[in-house]
Every structure is written in structure tokens, then in C-alpha cells.
């Protein structure tokens, strides 16, 4: 944990230009040194400061550097390396069959078990959402095991957050809110603001879905789960809201940013939930441009249908 509540602590305090710098000058110093393992840690931190921040297309550059380098070093680690950047930031824009694909390739190249620990977690949170849920959700708590024995935080972070999506997906609601609702609950305690942000949005998304979704889920869903669907139907909105308030005040989110936008769209649609056609135009405007701008199809295609029903 206090690696997580490092990189929090490091993204607040930090913009990331000052960020990228340092990046830079370590990049210069390893390429001096012809430190591969110095290299391969400086495109990482870059990669992965933009990406958390939100901006997800610069981390994208700073992955394929990495790719790049690691071919012209024949370098495997930084293929494996540089394929797990890229799977997890495709799992943050929503494109979860490049994610698959990357996760492959991650697995494939590894030579470490870090990175083939990552790939797994990666492959089965992406496979969550075009696969068997079930049967992914198994895998992917199996490899979230393996990588919180071995004691890396933040592969049982991401990991995390994908399951308890998972367990909703499959029906298992109840278990998948809670774990959620558990997370943002001691992360906030904890004041680690990135790992919450990384819990409370996806949480938002789910009670919206569940109030607006047209629907309807099997009857032993509803009767498993019937006393989280009512409680979501009582007091969901009020729930939204605050997470959502609480994620857009989160320090290290850019403002040209996905993540920015995600947000931007879901408090959009809860004001299209409450009837205010204003406002949801407004949010929803607001967030298309940097959705587009970071290759979030998924999430401009969620716009643009939001806003042809305002019209």
C-alpha cells in the first residue's frame, strides 16, 4: 500500500511536466550508461504519470518509444513491459480487444514474472467484457492472488476494480458494489486519492447503468441481489453524485484528460436521468473533444447517443 499512497502523494504534488523531465533526464542519464534496466523503468514511470493523469495518448507515445527501444535493443523485458503499458491504458479508453491483444503479446515477450503476472491481469480484465464473465472473473481474481503474495500493488489495484465490475457483469451485484463501495471506503482513508478515483468512477457508472438501463435482469438475479437493487433505486442518484464530485476534485487528473471526460460524461448522463436537458448537453459536450482526442470510441459513441436523445 505505501507505494500506492506514494504515486498518489507523486501525482498530486507533481504536473507532469515536471514529471515527464525528470523522466527525461533519467532517460538521458540510463542511455549514457547503457542501462537497459534504468531505461526500461524510466519509460515506464512516463508512461504511466501521463496515463494516470488521464492522458492516456501521451502515454501511448511514451509505450511505443519503449516498444520501439526494446526491438532495437533486443530487448525483451521492454517488449513485455511496453505491452503491459499499452494493455492497461486500452482498458482505460474502454478498447478492450487491443487490450487482449497487448496482454497476449505482454505474456508472449515476458521474461520476468512481473510481466506475465500483469499480462494476466490485464487479458482477464479485458476478457471480462468480450468473453465468457464468468469463467474471466476466476482467472482474473486467480492472477490478482498471485500478484498481492508477491506483493505488487499496483497489478492487485488494477486487477481489483476490473473484478468487482466482473462480478456485476456475471450477476453477482451485490459482491461486486460492496467490493467496490470497500475500496473507495479505504482508499479515502487512507488518502490515496488515485486508487479511489480508479474505484469510484466505474462504481458511479454501474448505478447509473442500473437506473437507466431499459433492460431487464433475470429473475434470480433480481431476487439474489434484491436488497442492493432497492437500495440503489432509493438512494443511487444522491450515491452518483457524490462519487462523481468526489472524482472530478481528484489532484492528478489532467483537464484535457480522459479520465476528465469520463467523468465529465457520466455526471452528464445523471443530469439526463434527472430530466435536465440543459446541463446533460452541456457536461456532455464538454467531455466528447478530449474523448475523441484520446481515441475513446467507446465512450464518444456513449456520447453522441446521449445527445441525439436530447435533441
Not at 39 to 57: C, E, K, M, P, V
Not at 66 to 73: E, K, M, P
Not at 111 to 133: H, N, Q
Not at 193 to 217: C, G, H, Q, V
Request: overall charge positive; some cysteine.
Amino acid at each position: 500500500m505505501n507505494g500506492i499512497l506514494h504515486a498518489s502523494t507523486f501525482l498530486a504534488c507533481y504536473p507532469h511536466e515536471a514529471t515527464e523531465r525528470l523522466g527525461a533526464e533519467c532517460l538521458a542519464l540510463s542511455s549514457r550508461l547503457g542501462d537497459n534496466a534504468a531505461l526500461n523503468y524510466a519509460h515506464w514511470n512516463i508512461a504511466l504519470d501521463y496515463s494516470f493523469r488521464g492522458l492516456t495518448r501521451e502515454g501511448r507515445e511514451w509505450a511505443l518509444k519503449l516498444l520501439d527501444a526494446g526491438r532495437q535493443r533486443d530487448d525483451r523485458r521492454a517488449l513485455g513491459i511496453a505491452h503491459t503499458i499499452l494493455a492497461m491504458i486500452d482498458l482505460m479508453v474502454g478498447d478492450y480487444h487491443q487490450a487482449a491483444f497487448h496482454s497476449d503479446e505482454c505474456m508472449r515477450t515476458a521474461v520476468t514474472p512481473f510481466e506475465r503476472k500483469m499480462g494476466a491481469i490485464t487479458k482477464a480484465s479485458a476478457e471480462i467484457f468480450v468473453g465468457d464473465v464468468q469463467e474471466r472473473v476466476v482467472d482474473l481474481l486467480e492472477a490478482i492472488r498471485a500478484a498481492s503474495d508477491a506483493g505488487w500493488e499496483l497489478m492487485v489495484v488494477f486487477g481489483a476494480t476490473f473484478a468487482g465490475v466482473g462480478h456485476v457483469l456475471s450477476g453477482r451485484i451485490s459482491v461486486g458494489t460492496q467490493l467496490l463501495e470497500s475500496a473507495v471506503k479505504t482508499y479515502d482513508a487512507r488518502g490515496a486519492d488515485l486508487p479511489a478515483t480508479f474505484n469510484k468512477i466505474p462504481l458511479a457508472e454501474i448505478y447509473l447503468e442500473m437506473l437507466t438501463s431499459r433492460a431487464r435482469p433475470p429473475l434470480s438475479v433480481i431476487l439474489r441481489n434484491l436488497g442492493t437493487i432497492l437500495r440503489i433505486k432509493l438512494f443511487g442518484m444522491r450515491r452518483i453524485k457524490v462519487l462523481l464530485e468526489q472524482a472530478a476534485r481528484a489532484p492528478h487528473l489532467d483537464e484535457r484528460g480522459v479520465t476528465r471526460a469520463r467523468i465529465n460524461m457520466n455526471i452528464g448522463l445523471l443530469h439526463k436521468l434527472k430530466k435536465e436537458p440543459n446541463l446533460a448537453r452541456q457536461y456532455l459536450q464538454k467531455a466528447r473533444a478530449p474523448a475523441e482526442h484520446h481515441g475513446a470510441a467507446l465512450l464518444v459513441a456513449k456520447i453522441d447517443a446521449a445527445l441525439a436523445e436530447l435533441h
